[in-house]
């Protein structure tokens, strides 16, 4: 591997924001190809990322820091990958779904979804069903991303979802949710495709929602 | 800018008022001046005479100015070093700081492969030394235990001989007289690197124990004098119930065991002014039920934390107790049991807290528990650190910058001081259910076995110089000529 | 002649703050500041309105919300009327909390969506059943004085759940409630059942049976539900506890004193529209506060952060003279271990230390997803514990006992004197669960972890056999409340069943 591509590795897992930039910057200068550069510099730093988190040697603030650095260096890629994703992992509509004013959870997968190299689309919280599937007609997401806090809130997951049933859209989108008092079995009970059981393991689930196809 | 801004440096914590001390205090000097104790030891009842005490056949009484004299020598602040000269392992005394070890001779161990306990033997002194080497939170090392399968004189030699090398953590020695003490002491001196180097940064501690109710045995004594003789910084602490041994009421026990650890004081003032000086005690009450002293009362934090306060007031420092238990395993009543004492302990900011680790009202010595009780420290020092107040930490520009329905995670704020702000645990499990379900379910003291085991494996502690192996050789080699031909 | 003291001070219990009286100042006067210049978010259009008569500068209003910034003379009048005492009385008119400075009381917490069933030990979505046991079981135990529900019915309908957890609770117990509700008409309905449960309107005046809980979202961020239930207890005499759950690192800044900062901007806020709405209406701020762990992002019950954040709460509000809600006897574990006993322990000491008012959350465990009446039983001794130690060293000539060991003398005992003997059985605390045999009793005794013999508790006393605490008359009449909700709203619910 080249040096400056390592040295994107490693200012991802530094979380240095305009140092990655400007290093992807210098790497497209020098002549290395747009692909390269995220393959071998962006998702290798983040994969190193995914790694020392999980083994307890990089908190949280850190890892959305790395995220935030890898969102930004892929923006610049971008207009120079090939492909109809153009270097996405896919699109994500996400929000808290209506009644629901706890939002710090979505935000958290949010941007970890974003670090996983997907495009965001952020409703916020008290979100309600009409808004996703307003979202996901002009957005057309890959997925579509519910949160909730509470139990009574909850349902309003099973609103959303049969909201987006009634609109014809169902077949589009895959549909995740996730929240503290949420679990597989009421997901499945719902009929949603996907369930993450925490921030991380949201942007996990969202990217093997993607490989299942 | 502001002015007469005063601050809490860490939480507050006070159990006696000022007043009540110095009745307390009043209270020591009318036991020591009027009721007296019993000294059994010729030699020091003739240095406390010649010190100002009135002495008749063993009983020793001294006037109320004869201690205050012996306090006014004994320093409040001194430094104990480590062998190695690592500052992180040095233990600094003073006002506002406590810090935590294992205690001194259960007769049993749990074994950390089997789980089963079994009386101590001389590796475990091993393992000991080095598990309390890694332990963030444990400060001084003792053994939790009596080495059995030695010449029964030589257990306590045996036992530093082992530790020593183990951990560069100061190590409070204990020793049934003069003979093993000079052991102890001879080994600590070939690491300093002579005497005079000892005098200069003393590197182990020596524990003495007398009885309750006030009466100075021949050893105990004899200890004291040893350590005053040769520099050592000296406890002299009893261990008395409250119903048994001591009045059942709090300000009695601590009252009569402070008058039990001031005829040290005054003993080792006399001989060395100027020694550090620890008064001491384990004090807690008798389960009229099991006839035990219970080591997981609550009354022992109390009666504890008074004690403490009276030291501090008296201006030495106190050889603490807590992280111990009634429990006969490691479960949730020794860790409950002992979190509280240890809690207690460091609010007080008593200065060495001992029995971290004892287990079975003292029949049983268990690293398990000290590992256990290691994260209890750590959690009880982070509350005792309490709440720094100032323009950066008000955060008020912060919260303006965020705003209502923002969040702080990206916020640079956050990244300068998550890492200090909070506590991050060894033991305590945080997982959400569903990764702590998929890695076996795991209760705490499966994960405390699993930390102690590694632990014992794998640290390796700084070594001793290498003359001071052969010196251990050559000690040791020494006793057991000493004592072969006794029983 | 012994004559009495004075210029003599007693500590009479032991004493413990974590703020100087300048540093809650310093927080106090910052959170001003805040209120002012940042102010609050506001998605109630009573509300905005009540603050904006009451002096309160409303700004970018969009359809939903407004941005509310208070004055500090606001604050101050609303400190002059706001009550420092609130008084709670469970329905047997003989269970009560004073709440005012300095004084304990443990509960339990409330809606978590899991329990662990106190049979087989497994993590299950609780039930009717479970909150009508977890109620029982704070009957039994002596040192609980108020309850909330450690548990959400999951097996009644979702949106109305409230009135069948609150019907479940007064099934169990007789002490003073701390309610959860859905929304302002789940309020109306669990006021109707209380007046049912106490004798009417009038009697609730005398001394209200319940408190609700409201919970408004950090940072600074008020909602429609929450202002409407805050306006509906002040026009109902129904005391009410104002709780925002910062979470420092994440919804709060990271420094704790920059969380007591935004922490107390949102509780002053409760106080300010509840005193403009009824100057003299009964709130009690506080809450829970603690810090996201870093590693795992859960809300951490069980870290230091958040017993020491809780304690410093205390003190402000001893400081403000506004009853406080403090949180303990809960922790990050996964079921009753060391560690829920270790973060338990230390917790309740520190809350009792403090002399926080309304203790909740006694049996939380998972960061607050799942109650645990191990925990509540194993609780109610550790708090037993600490209340042995706030009774503190009295240092009187009968405690100093200097004539006892004058008559004992060096190498006695005191086993047998009178001074034992008059004292031993209130001077030494005497263990429920905890053992303190020898070894080989206790291995002879089947050699029981305590945990085990916890379980053992909690089992007999779910097969106690106990008087009913409602009359079947009473019983049908409040069920009937809960019916009728069920049937106003059953077009509400999924199509699917959600949960058990």
Redo the contacts between chains.
């Keep these: 591997m080249s040096q400056i591509l390592e040295q994107i590795a490693t200012g991802i897992i530094g979380g240095d924001i305009q140092g990655v930039e400007k290093l992807v910057q210098k790497a497209l200068d020098e002549g290395q190809e747009a692909e390269t550069i995220l393959q071998n510099g962006l998702i290798v730093g983040m994969a190193e990322v995914g790694k020392r ?1 999980k083994a ?1 040697q990089m ?4 890892v ?2 790395a995220a ?1 650095s890898m969102h930004g260096g892929q923006e610049l890629l971008r207009p120079l990958l090939a492909g109809d994703k153009a270097g996405r992992a896919g699109k994500i509509v996400i929000g808290t779904v209506q009644g629901d ?4 959870g979505k ?2 997968v949010g ?1 970890l979804c974003e670090g996983a190299g997907f495009e965001v689309v952020d409703l916020g ?2 979100a309600p069903p009409d808004k996703f599937t307003e979202a996901i007609k002009t957005h057309q997401p890959d997925i579509v991303a519910m949160s909730a806090l509470l ?2 809130t ?2 309003a997951m ?2 959303t979802l049969k909201a987006i049933e009634e609109a014809g859209l169902r077949d589009k989108v895959k549909v995740m949710v996730g929240g ?2 949420v679990d597989a079995e ?1 997901a499945e ?2 009929g949603a495709d996907g369930y993450g ?5 949201g942007a996990e689930v969202a990217r093997n929602l993607i490989e299942a196809g | 800018m502001r002015a007469n801004y005063r601050v809490n440096s860490g939480v507050r914590f006070e159990v006696l008022s000022k007043d009540q001390l110095q009745e307390m205090f009043d209270g020591v000097l009318h036991v020591m001046d009027k009721i007296g104790l019993d000294v059994h030891h010729d030699r020091a009842r003739e240095i406390l005479a010649g010190a100002g005490a009135r002495v008749e056949g063993k009983r020793v009484q001294i006037p109320p100015h004869v201690v205050k004299r012996s306090l006014a020598t004994a320093p409040r602040s001194f430094t104990i070093y480590a062998r190695d000269g690592n500052p992180a392992h040095d233990i600094h005394i003073g006002p506002g700081r406590s810090h935590f070890g294992p205690g001194p001779t259960p007769p049993n161990f749990i074994d950390i492969e089997t789980l089963e306990r079994r009386p101590y033997v001389r590796d475990d002194a091993r393992i000991v030394a080095t598990v309390c080497d890694a332990l963030p939170n444990i400060d001084f090392c003792e053994s939790l235990g009596t080495i059995s399968d030695v010449h029964t004189d030589l257990a306590a030699s045996y036992e530093f001989a082992t530790m020593f090398p183990k951990t560069s953590k100061p190590i409070v020695a204990w020793s049934y007289g003069w003979d093993d003490s000079n052991d102890i002491h001879q080994i600590a001196v070939a690491e300093a690197g002579g005497q005079e180097a000892f005098e200069k940064r003393p590197n182990y501690v020596h524990y003495c124990e007398p009885l309750s109710p006030l009466v100075s045995t021949f050893e105990a004594v004899d200890k004291v004098i040893f350590a005053a003789e040769h520099g050592v910084p000296v406890i002299f602490t009893t261990c008395a119930l409250a119903g048994g041994t001591a009045p059942v009421t709090p300000a009695g026990i601590i009252i009569q065991t402070t008058a039990e650890s001031f005829m040290g004081l005054v003993l080792s003032q006399t001989i060395r002014p100027g020694l550090p000086f620890f008064m001491g005690g384990v004090l807690s009450v008798m389960d009229m039920s099991a006839m035990i002293l219970t080591y997981g009362a609550p009354e022992l934090s109390l009666m504890m934390a008074g004690a403490t306060e009276l030291a501090h007031y008296c201006g030495i420092p106190l050889w603490q107790t807590g992280g111990c238990t009634d429990s006969k395993c490691l479960d949730e009543q020794a860790s409950l049991e002992g979190s509280l004492s240890v809690f207690f302990s460091a609010l007080s900011g008593g200065d060495l807290c001992h029995d971290v680790g004892y287990t079975e009202s003292g029949m049983t010595g268990s690293i398990l528990q000290t590992v256990m009780m290691d994260e209890a420290i750590g959690y009880s020092r982070r509350i005792c650190r309490g709440i720094e107040v100032n323009e950066e930490t008000l955060a008020v520009d912060v919260i303006q910058d965020v705003g209502p329905d923002g969040h702080y995670l990206y916020h640079d704020h956050t990244m300068r001081h998550f890492k200090t702000e909070f506590w991050y645990p060894n033991l305590c499990d945080r997982r959400n259910f569903e990764e702590w379900d998929a890695d076996g379910q795991k209760p705490m003291r499966d994960r405390v076995v699993e930390r102690t085991r590694e632990i014992a494996a794998t640290h390796e502690p700084s070594p001793v110089r290498p003359e001071t192996e052969k010196a251990i050789a050559e000690i040791m080699e020494a006793a057991e000529e000493r004592v072969k031909d006794k029983s | 002649m012994m004559v009495n003291r004075h210029n003599y001070d007693v500590n009479a219990t032991p004493t413990f703050r974590v703020l100087s009286e300048d540093q809650i100042e310093a927080i106090y006067y910052a959170s001003l500041r805040v209120l002012y210049e940042t102010g609050v978010r506001v998605y109630d259009s009573e509300g905005v309105d009540v603050a904006q008569s009451g002096g309160a500068i409303v700004e970018d209003t969009t359809e939903k919300s407004s941005l509310v910034k208070v004055p500090h003379y606001m604050v101050d009048k609303a400190r002059a009327t706001v009550p420092s005492k609130v008084v709670v009385i469970g329905p047997d008119r003989k269970h009560r909390m004073e709440l005012y400075k300095n004084q304990i009381y443990y509960g339990g917490g409330s809606d978590t969506p899991y329990t662990i069933d106190p049979y087989t030990g497994e993590r299950r979505r609780s039930t009717y059943n479970d909150v009508k046991n977890c109620a029982r079981i704070a009957q039994a135990l002596p040192n609980y004085d108020f309850h909330m529900s450690l548990g959400i019915t999951q097996d009644t309908a979702v949106g109305t759940y409230d009135r069948w957890q609150y019907l479940a609770m007064l099934e169990g117990t007789s002490k003073p409630i701390n309610i959860t509700a859905v929304d302002i008409e789940g309020v109306r309905d669990q006021l109707e059942m209380a007046y049912i449960r106490v004798g009417g309107k009038e009697e609730w005046r005398k001394g209200p049976i319940f408190t609700l809980y409201i919970e408004p979202v950090s940072p600074l961020s008020h909602s429609q539900e929450v202002i409407q239930k805050l306006l509906f207890c002040c026009d109902n005499h129904i005391p009410f506890v104002y709780t925002p759950c910062p979470l420092a690192g994440a919804t709060a800044p990271t420094t704790l004193a920059g969380l007591l900062v935004q922490a107390l901007a949102e509780s002053l806020f409760g106080i300010v529209l509840s005193q403009l709405r009824n100057p003299g209406a009964q709130i009690i701020i506080g809450g829970l506060m603690s810090n996201m762990d870093m590693l795992s992002t859960i809300y951490s019950y069980g870290s230091p952060e958040m017993a020491l954040l809780s304690a410093a709460y205390t003190d402000i509000t001893k400081w403000l003279r506004v009853p406080e809600y403090e949180t303990a006897g809960c922790s990050d574990a996964k079921l009753f271990d060391e560690q829920a006993a270790m973060e338990g322990a230390i917790n309740i000491a520190t809350s009792g230390l403090i002399g926080g008012n309304m203790i909740h959350d006694v049996g939380y465990l998972d960061s607050g997803l799942t109650s645990c009446p191990e925990l509540m039983v194993a609780s109610d001794e550790m708090i037993d514990m600490v209340k042995r130690i706030l009774q503190g060293i009295p240092v009187t000539p009968e405690a100093m006992a200097l004539d006892v060991m004058e008559q004992v003398g060096p190498g006695g005992h005191f086993m047998e004197h009178d001074h034992t003997y008059e004292r031993f059985k209130t001077e030494i605390w005497r263990p429920k669960l905890i053992d303190r045999q020898n070894w080989e009793n206790w291995n002879m005794a089947g050699g029981k972890r305590y945990g085990e013999r916890v379980h053992d508790r909690v089992v007999e006393i779910l097969e106690a056999e106990t008087e009913p605490l409602l009359d079947d008359a009473m019983y049908q009449e409040l069920r009937r409340v809960c019916e009728l909700a069920d049937a106003r709203h059953k077009d509400e619910e999924l199509d699917v069943k959600m949960f058990v």
Excluded: C, Q, W
Aim: charged share 20%; glycine share 2%.
């Design positions: 988190f307890a908190f949280i603030p850190e959305l820091r935030k004013l706890h939002d710090i935000n958290l941007m919280f008290d139990t009574t909850m349902r099973g609103y503290a008092p009421f009970r719902i059981h925490n921030a991380v393991s």
